[in-house]
């Protein structure tokens, strides 16, 4: 089976303090550390699984500058096949249908059987999944937490409801899913894996090399614009507690006697 | 002389006559017996042989290990440990009666050599032992002989009846070895009476003929053997004679091929294995002998993941498992229910070994010890606290075996989903946390003005460093840790510095943790900030950044914890102590495993207490080189571990026990830990934990 993966490169929120810059137009990004959107680890972790399986390959490909290239490695570390990485200065400012445009002119070049994104990414609107499969014009499933080979035509996913419900569908290939966090446990890439895979030739397309019209992407192709970004006020009832962890517990202990929560 | 006359049939033959034939000389059915005596000895000679050969196989292949240095301090361990088995009396009855039983052998050994000859010359003697130096032996071997069988027949006792409880064997395991042992325990037995019946037939023939005869001691078996023989007509005690010489001839030879089969293969490989042993305390072995750092990176896999990958002394090791359970006795993650037992690990593997490297037929090879006779989770539970490797009698290593399974699961990408994010963020951030490196001095800033701490850099230059690692460079509590050690070295008049954000984590649980490469990128990160810096001397108040920096780096100031540092300060003066605050508190220390078992330092602590005037301290059973970990440090502290209990909560009963009402110890891990079991065990306000260096700060005068 050949298999895609989405994937991105975001700040890594676990390693990072984020803190929203002083015009308001985004983040803080001086000293943030980055690493792969977990959802997609996830992603590629079970691309690899199926693999392994029933045999194929599994290709990661990613929008972004040249930092993009890092995660794309780090993935092959882990098991992917090969990498391909969409990169074009066109691309830059893209909204989530210019990202989608970008991945599926990348996607009609090459032959795959199955896509897989992450549901959603740490910095992300979660639009990929469900707007790539609209746009190729095939079944998509989204919070996808299990995958069964049927056939080669035909794949059982489940998904995951609400109050912890499980569904099972039958889905025909080819396919996109959107992948949730839990679906494996993604195993680990150090610095030593990365570095065996460091000659490993990643081929960069711009957009004339996936034959996308530059107008439709970027800025120009942008139908959407952020138009302020900001930490939300206090609103009315809550509270932010202050001070070191042995204070905020000792406050919020002290709040949930009053309010009869605890005894 | 008669006194010249008991003991070797030799004189008996010149002189007098013989009372009985001698084995040398009998014939059965007219065949002689020497025959036998012959064929017994090439045949039980060539299987040892074969059996030794065979095992030795699996050596041949196995990854190098270089074991020749320091060949004077492995003599003395080797006379130490292996010959005087300085470590067994840590049990005592059983050590006792293994002492006993062991140079009970050591005695017969050259008497069993003699046996073996008897069947073939008549009248032979080891040379050097035809005269009196041969009574003066006959009469040790007699009460040697007559010990060891006292000793197996108690050890039978205890093993078959009581029981104890450190040799069982949990189903999951496989069967017991009960059965094994006592066979072992019969065959020395038998070995003894065989002897003795041997012997004291020829001496109560000789009686009867009314040769001069020299008594053996009465009570010694030999000497029973005698009395009861004493009426026993000739004719009868020639035929015991014969039949208890092949006797043991016949157990002799059995039993030598039967050691190299099961748990008694510790009697041929337990000397060369503490010859071997492992020097170096504290530190992790190379991932790979013989190759340069710079080289290892280029190698196709780390660690051990076949058995073949598991260097010759690590399998020699398996070989020498004598079984007796003390590791696991000992062992802290056994105690609260983790799935890792040090004792199985050895047995499994030498089970795996006999196994596929079998006495005939062809070895397989190759498949993962992982899945097959290891579990992941037995090896993640492992705290490196090296309880086991200082209990263990014949100095079997545990340590670089788990982190060498480790490495190869790390390479592998098997890591538990809890240790992937800390991983992660101690190659982004040098931290295990994630938190900002730019961050990494903010603790100090909480100090008065009077202590403010220097950040070395360029411009700004001591002789002393404070290493302080990420846990007290990052964590709320164990900030006052850092902050009690920066006025407590302030007090002394010490001028240091820290290097705030060019310190990176030590990397000492990321070794341990079998993440090599990382581990190599913080010590050069952390080495070339303190070569910048210039300092002559490193303190640290982290057992586990100390033992990383004093065994794991190189090249580098000499390193001290801050318990051996402030020592020296109260001896010299520069520190001076109040009397204690709280005088109806008891306090009890709590030996870090980093500065104890695997550095040795055990008083410097004490002494320091010991210097508040008024201090109540007690010990706890398990204290020293038998301290029972709280649960481990650096990653450790990630880890989620299948486990029916804490650690620290064992430890805190055991501070309980002991009537302590404060356990003072010196590591911020094991404070972690251990305040986190006094919240759990409900024990608030009856039990307290404090850092060494706190109550320093708290008792100086400034």
């Known amino acids: 089976m050949e298999i895609l993966v989405c994937v991105k490169r975001v700040p890594d929120t676990a390693e990072n303090e984020i803190e929203v810059n002083k015009d308001g137009s985004d983040i803080e990004r001086d000293d943030l550390v980055y690493s792969i959107n977990e959802w997609d680890n996830y992603a590629v972790e079970e691309a690899i699984q199926i693999r392994d399986k029933v045999g194929g390959s599994v290709t990661v490909v990613s929008v972004g500058g040249e930092e993009a290239e890092e995660i794309i490695r780090r993935e092959m570390a882990m098991g992917a096949d090969k990498g391909v990485h969409l990169s074009d200065q066109a691309f830059e400012e893209s909204d989530g249908k210019g990202l989608v445009r970008i991945l599926q002119a990348a996607i009609e070049k090459g032959s795959y059987d199955l896509i897989l994104t992450g549901v959603q990414a740490d910095d992300g609107a979660g639009q990929v999944g469900g707007m790539l499969a609209a746009m190729l014009d095939w079944p998509f499933a989204s919070l996808v937490n299990h995958i069964e080979v049927i056939n080669d035509r035909t794949i059982k996913v489940g998904r995951e409801i609400a109050a912890g419900n499980q569904e099972m569908n039958e889905i025909d290939l080819p396919c996109v899913l959107s992948i949730q966090t839990g679906i494996n446990e993604p195993r680990y890439v150090g610095i030593r894996g990365i570095r065996k895979v460091a000659s490993v030739e990643i081929p960069v397309f711009g957009a004339s090399d996936i034959g996308l019209s530059p107008d439709l992407v970027g800025k120009s192709g942008a139908t959407i614009s952020r138009v302020d970004y900001f930490v939300p006020d206090l609103g009315e009832g809550a509270e932010i507690l202050e001070g070191d962890t042995g204070e905020i517990l000792e406050k919020l202990i002290e709040i949930l006697q009053s309010k009869g929560g605890i005894k | ?702």
Request: charged fraction near 25%.
């Open chain 2, 1 to 702: 002389m008669a006194a010249c006359q008991r003991v070797r049939v030799k004189e008996k033959a010149t002189d007098m006559g013989t009372a009985l034939i001698a084995p040398a000389e009998a014939s059965f059915f007219g065949i002689p017996t020497v025959i036998f005596s012959v064929f017994i000895l090439i045949f039980g000679i060539g299987i040892f042989t074969y059996i030794i050969v065979r095992r030795i196989g699996p050596l041949l292949n196995a990854a190098a290990d270089p074991r020749l240095d320091r060949i004077m301090d492995r003599a003395k361990n080797t006379v130490r440990i292996a010959i005087f088995q300085y470590r067994q009396p840590r049990y005592l009855f059983a050590g006792i009666l293994h002492i006993l039983i062991f140079a009970g052998f050591v005695i017969i050994s050259l008497r069993s050599i003699a046996l073996v000859m008897f069947g073939i010359f008549e009248g032979f003697s080891l040379p050097g032992f035809e005269g009196a130096l041969g009574n003066i032996y006959d009469l040790f071997k007699d009460l040697a002989a007559t010990i060891v069988f006292g000793s197996c027949v108690i050890a039978a006792i205890r093993r078959g009846f009581f029981q104890p409880e450190r040799y069982s064997v949990p189903p999951k395991y496989g069967k017991g070895h009960t059965g094994e042992a006592i066979l072992v325990l019969f065959m020395i037995s038998g070995l003894m009476v065989s002897d003795a019946i041997f012997e004291g037939s020829s001496i109560a023939a000789q009686i009867q003929k009314g040769f001069g005869i020299e008594m053996p001691i009465p009570g010694t078996i030999t000497g029973i053997a005698a009395m009861i023989f004493i009426k026993t007509p000739l004719s009868s005690l020639q035929n015991i004679h014969l039949v208890a010489y092949f006797s043991h001839e016949l157990i002799f030879f059995f039993f030598l091929c039967f050691l190299p089969l099961g748990k008694h293969f510790h009697v041929i490989t337990s000397i060369p294995n503490v010859f071997f042993m492992k020097l170096n305390k504290g530190t992790v072995k190379s991932v790979k002998w013989g190759m340069a750092e710079e080289e290892i990176e280029t190698l196709e896999s780390f660690g051990v993941k076949k058995f073949e990958d598991f260097t010759w002394k690590h399998m020699l090791d398996f070989y020498s498992c004598a079984d007796c359970g003390r590791c696991s006795d000992n062992c802290p993650a056994t105690a609260v229910g983790r799935p890792l037992s040090p004792r199985f690990i050895s047995i499994k593997c030498r089970d795996y070994a006999f196994d596929k490297y079998p006495l005939y037929g062809a070895s397989i090879k190759g498949s993962n010890l992982i899945g097959h006779i290891l579990e992941e989770d037995e090896i993640w539970s492992c705290t490196t606290c090296g309880a086991c490797e200082e209990e263990c009698p014949l100095m079997i290593e545990y340590i670089d075996k788990i982190v060498d399974v480790r490495r190869s699961l790390v390479d592998g990408g098997i890591v538990p989903q809890s240790l992937q994010k800390p991983l992660s963020a101690l190659e982004k951030r040098g931290n295990p946390y994630g938190k900002m490196e730019r961050k990494r001095a903010d603790w100090a800033k909480n100090l008065m003005a009077t202590n403010a701490v220097k950040i070395l850099k360029k411009d700004v230059k001591t002789d002393t460093l404070y290493f302080v690692d990420s846990i007290t460079s990052y964590d709320d509590r164990i900030q006052a840790i850092g902050q009690a050690v920066v006025r407590v070295l302030h007090g002394a008049g010490v001028d240091f510095g820290i290097l705030g954000p060019a310190e990176k984590d030590s990397g000492h649980e990321v070794k341990r943790f079998g993440e090599e490469t990382l581990f190599l990128q913080l010590r050069d990160q952390n080495i070339a900030s303190i070569h910048d810096s210039g300092v002559k001397n490193i303190i640290t108040a982290d057992p586990h950044a100390f033992n990383a920096l004093k065994n794991d780096y190189n090249g580098i100031p000499p390193v001290e914890h801050i318990g051996q540092v402030m020592k020296r300060y109260i001896d010299s003066g520069k520190i001076r102590l109040k009397p204690i605050e709280d005088n109806r508190a008891v306090y009890t220390y709590h030996d870090p495993c980093y500065l104890g078992r695997h550095n040795g330092i055990y008083d410097a602590s004490r002494e320091v207490m010991d210097a508040i005037a008024g201090i109540k301290r007690v010990e706890m059973v398990k204290c020293r080189d038998r301290s029972f970990c709280c649960g481990g440090g650096g990653l450790m502290l990630f880890y989620e571990p299948i486990e029916e209990t804490r650690m620290g909560r064992l430890r805190v009963e055991m501070a309980k026990d002991a009537g302590a009402t404060v356990i003072v110890t010196a590591c911020p891990f094991c404070m972690v830990n251990i305040e986190d079991a006094i919240k759990t065990t409900g024990m608030e306000g009856k039990m307290e934990v404090i850092d060494l260096v706190e109550l320093v700060d708290r008792h100086m005068i400034a």
